[in-house]
């Protein structure tokens, strides 16, 4: 991030670490029959802000966010809090990878600390098919660096030299004389495990660099194979044939007037139906987001153009340090099912109407007049079946309602059959009450969620305090 070191009140005030980065697989998913994009980001600052974030773009231009604006994951490992992630797709499609750096700026970690004894390791989330997730964990990607202070920003790209892929990130470190951010890598196939790290980029003297992102171009479109944009002062474009081989210095983007004074943060994006190229930078210095200049040629400083008046709409979040994937028809259909736009909801008693239902360290249970998101679920479509609903929570998204041992939890969903059909339900008329409702298990149709001693449980109902017990409102 250009001149970090000298304008860390600025960055942390209208900023933070909003470094970017992207991360494709081999080949690129760019096909014209793709029908869509998918952007992974964060928003902001505090717990709530370094999460992960989706939003969805049928042109790559006009953005709307996922899951009603809410996180669709959050960390709960080392600073519980992640920012500039990258999503990555193996090359035959059958995973995906969340990459994010470890780092939760306003909740934990000062400005200080993070850049000289931040965490060593970025967040990783592992998925076959992009809406069912892993639980994070952490790689360490820094530990092995001498006296390397920090990781940030985490990309990777698929090489195909290789056979695995370069994963690449930021550490400041003293090295020559001068402590400074440079970008580093090492390879790995599985994002467990990495060899030693090396120097991958390193700017002259005193020069600073945190976000690169590289963007693999088809054969006939310019001199090189791959090119890279850095915010390392200014917008510094590269070009080379191989991921670890040289790199050419082409030039920078000041010509169009976009200087590192105004711009950081680098998030390449190809149109699935014709050559061109956007290259989103984020105006950190008014504030003012993320905006999209296009190219028909990345290798071609000259031929990128700024956009016109209203021709973006980046929706309602703030767009910080993300990744942008083309997606299938297939990845496009799920992601769109499972972070549709549910409203978030309350579950009043009927018989004790100020108590509502919410988590509490995971358990579940009706306490006075909840307002926070602990007392907020997502009436999904039914895991197990049409015609059923799902309760996932607002603040702890992956983690539904669940009933074991006829007790009730907040579970993260691991994706076997049997989560799904003891986190499913039917949504009947109350038993107390035909306004209200009442939840019939599926998995065992002669139970329904009642309270009992204020705790939820899943018990057969044969008495009116058992109806009032199992009747609920379903209210904003």
């Known amino acids: 991030m250009a001149r970090l070191l000298t304008r860390l009140a600025a960055i942390f005030l209208a900023v933070g670490l909003f470094f970017t980065s992207q991360t494709l697989a081999a080949p690129q998913r760019a096909a014209a029959a793709d029908p869509g994009y998918l952007m992974l980001h964060f928003t902001g600052e505090g717990s709530g802000g370094q999460q992960m974030y ?3 773009s049928a042109d790559g231009l006009h953005w709307n966010d996922l899951n ?11 600073t519980k809090g992640v920012r500039d992630p990258a999503l990555v797709r193996s090359p035959d499609g059958s995973k995906y990878w ?18 000289n004894n931040g965490s060593r390791n970025i967040v990783v989330w592992e998925s076959t098919d992009l809406v069912s997730w892993s639980e994070p964990w952490l790689l360490n990607v820094a530990g092995a660096i001498p006296d390397g202070r920090n990781a940030w920003a985490p990309e990777a790209i698929w090489n195909p030299a290789t056979n695995d892929y370069v994963l690449y990130w930021a550490t400041n470190v003293p090295l020559d004389g001068k402590t400074k951010h440079r970008i580093f890598y090492a390879r790995t196939s599985d ?13 002259p003297g005193a020069q600073e660099l945190i976000d690169t992102q590289i963007v693999e171009v088809p054969a006939g479109v310019g001199d090189y194979r791959y090119v890279r944009a850095s915010g390392d002062g200014q917008i510094t474009i590269e070009g080379s044939n191989s991921i670890l081989g040289t790199w050419t210095n082409l030039g920078n983007l000041s010509g169009i007037g976009l200087t590192g004074a105004q711009v950081e943060g680098p998030m390449w994006m190809k149109f699935r139906d014709r050559n061109e190229w956007t290259l989103y930078l984020d ?22 153009q700024l956009p016109t008046s209203g021709s973006y709409n980046l929706g309602v979040n703030k767009k910080r340090h993300g990744s942008i994937m083309n997606l299938t028809a297939a990845e496009e259909t799920r992601v769109l099912a499972r972070y549709v736009n549910t409203p978030a909801k309350r579950l009043q ?8 239902v919410r988590h509490a360290n995971f358990d579940v249970l009706i306490d006075p007049n909840v307002t926070s998101d602990d007392a907020k679920f997502r009436l999904r479509p039914g895991l197990a079946g049409p015609g059923t609903v799902s309760f996932e929570s607002v603040n702890n998204p992956g983690y539904f309602l669940r009933h074991a041992n006829y007790d009730f939890q907040l579970v993260r969903n691991d994706g076997t059959a049997q989560f799904a059909a003891d986190a499913t339900f039917r949504q009947v008329a ?3 009450d035909s306004t209200w409702s009442s939840f019939q298990s599926y998995n065992h149709p002669d139970r329904y969620i009642r309270h009992f001693a204020y705790k939820l449980r899943l018990d057969p109902i044969t008495t009116a305090t058992g109806r009032s017990d199992a009747t609920f409102r379903v209210t904003n």
Not at 98 to 108: E, R
Not at 191 to 203: G, L, M, N, S, V
Not at 349 to 356: A, G, H, P, V
């Open 54 to 56: 989706l939003a969805h």
């Open 68 to 78: 009603g604006g809410a996180p669709i994951l959050r960390s709960t490992i080392g």
């Open 98 to 115: 969340i990459i994010a750096t470890d780092l939760c700026w306003g909740c934990g970690s000062s400005v200080d600390g993070s850049i």
């Open 191 to 203: 994002f467990r495990t990495i060899t030693t790290p090396q120097i991958y980029i390193d700017r």
């Open 283 to 304: 105006q950190y210095a008014s504030r003012g987001g993320y905006m999209p200049v296009t190219t028909t040629n990345p290798s071609a400083v000259g031929t990128y």
């Open 349 to 356: 008693s009927f018989n004790f109407q100020d108590r509502y």
């Open 430 to 432: 109350g038993l107390a």
